[in-house]
């Protein structure tokens, strides 16, 4: 199959990544921000999935240019089976302490990055009357917690978005499938005081997205709640 992935150099991205080439022999169309970390992370994948081709191109999909760069050099190389849009980040914030900065940043990193990148690649899709999309969430969707309020309002707009895919997308089978992790042990961590609950591990989100996307394309999934149990 042909696969991309955003945000693949690290954390979920690349477990997704691991997962889907542990169980067979795909070709892989990977993005993230940082060059050096991708380069790396392709390095290590080319070397232990050698059935597997991976490409790669940096971009920074927190801007509409480096979005639609993204989704122009795919659209050029493939036509996928499968879009992952991973992208995403954390930042912890009051509403009425949060500035305008803070809820840009979460709009451009966990919406307007799946919106554009989307919007440039659903068209090859759409010629080929198939695919999956796998719409990476928040279990903050479903239960809004305090002290996260751009970050929350950014994958609310991100779900609706993946809600008005699923209905427009369906007609030309294409499936859209809603993934809403609770707490994952990720980057997005970083330089945050960890509460007392268990994380999951991404390997464990990965294969729950590998094995929808590997099911009869005539069974559909429109989401999947993940949490540690």
């Known amino acids: ?97 949060e500035t305008s900065e803070q809820l840009t940043r979460m709009m451009n990193n966990n919406f307007y990055s799946a919106y554009y990148v989307t919007q440039g690649i659903v068209p090859n899709m759409i010629a080929h009357q198939s695919g999956r999309i796998f719409n990476i969430l928040s279990i903050a969707c479903k239960n809004p917690f305090p002290n996260a309020s751009s970050y929350i309002i950014s994958k609310f707009a991100f779900m609706g978005l993946s809600q008005v895919l699923r209905q427009e997308l369906a007609t030309h089978h294409i499936s859209v499938t809603d993934i809403f992790p609770g707490q994952f042990d990720s980057a997005s961590w970083d330089g945050i ?29 429109d989401e999947v709640v993940l949490s540690y149990f």
């Open 1 to 97: 199959m042909n696969i991309i992935v955003t945000g693949a150099s690290k954390g979920l991205g690349r477990a997704i990544v691991q997962s889907f080439a542990e169980k067979g022999n795909h070709q892989f169309y990977l993005t993230a921000r940082n060059q050096q970390t991708l380069a790396d992370a392709v390095d290590h994948l080319k070397n232990k999935y050698i059935h597997s081709t991976f490409y790669s191109s940096a971009h920074d999909l927190s801007t509409q240019a480096g979005a639609s760069s993204f989704a122009s050099w795919c659209s050029k190389q493939t036509t996928p089976d499968i879009l992952i849009n991973n992208v995403g980040t954390y930042w912890e914030g009051h509403f009425e302490k």
């Open 193 to 221: 005081e960890k509460q007392d609950t268990q994380l999951m591990s991404p390997i464990d989100i990965a294969e729950q997205i590998v094995l929808i996307a590997t099911r009869s394309q005539h069974i559909k999934t």
